[in-house]
T-cell receptor
């Protein structure tokens, strides 16, 4: 297993366009997280899946954002009608933790850098 | 939202110096993790601490979890240029039946040769 894989690594899009990012977690990890990170800030939580179920969404995840994990394996994050404020690094992380266990660490992908022009 | 405050925000030192960075919160965390992030990459997990008062060592890095599980510190001995990066702490906060890692803003460390 090569770890958490994110594609694309970089995306430049015009304001108003839709974009979709993909995350392939470590195969045996049942938890998958999406984070957003802007310059000078730590990662901000967006949403989280346990297998195929989306269990938690941040208030940061506006109606223009949607995430899916249809078969409990890879996940996609779509942003509709992108705005310049959406420019950020979008990070995906996975974890093998069972529900209720906080002692496991998280393996992050390299992220997708989105630039909205 | 349970906030994690990290200090200092920036640190620029010479190779061979020692340093300590801090992670503080008014909330209790069930566990706390430290990550290192290099530009253009995702954070890489360094350590997880779970028990109040716990001390873990990773080569020249020493991590401590406060007795009350509200704060943590990372001490680096004899820093090297390879230690340069953004050091992030993340606390596991219980929300909606799950533990969601909440990150601080990070400490940006530069070690000059």
């Amino acid at each position: 297993d090569t770890g958490v894989s994110q594609n694309p690594r970089h995306k430049i899009t015009k304001r108003g366009q839709n974009v979709t990012f993909r995350c392939d977690p470590i195969s045996e990890h049942n938890r998958l997280y999406w984070y957003r990170q802007t310059l000078g800030q730590g990662p901000e939580f967006l949403t989280y899946f346990q297998n195929e179920a989306q269990l938690e969404k941040s208030r940061l995840l506006s109606d223009r954002f949607s995430a899916e994990r249809p078969k409990g394996s890879f996940s996609t994050l779509e942003i509709q009608r992108t705005e310049q404020g959406d420019s950020a690094m979008y990070l995906c992380a996975s974890s093998p933790a069972a529900r209720g266990d906080s002692s496991y660490g998280y393996t992050f992908g390299s992220g997708t850098r989105l630039t909205v022009v | 939202t349970q906030l994690l405050e990290q200090s200092p925000q920036f640190l620029s030192i010479q190779e061979g110096e020692n340093l300590t960075v801090y992670c503080n919160s008014s909330s209790v965390f069930s566990s706390l993790q430290w990550y290192r992030q290099e530009p253009g990459e995702g954070p890489v997990l360094l350590v997880t601490v779970v028990t109040g008062g716990e001390v873990k060592k990773l080569k020249r890095l020493t991590f401590q979890f406060g007795d009350a599980r509200k704060d943590s510190s990372l001490h680096i001995t004899a820093a090297q240029p390879g230690d340069t990066g953004l050091y992030l702490c993340a606390g596991a906060a219980y929300s909606g039946g799950s533990y969601i890692p909440t990150f601080g803003r990070g400490t940006s460390l530069i070690v000059h040769p």
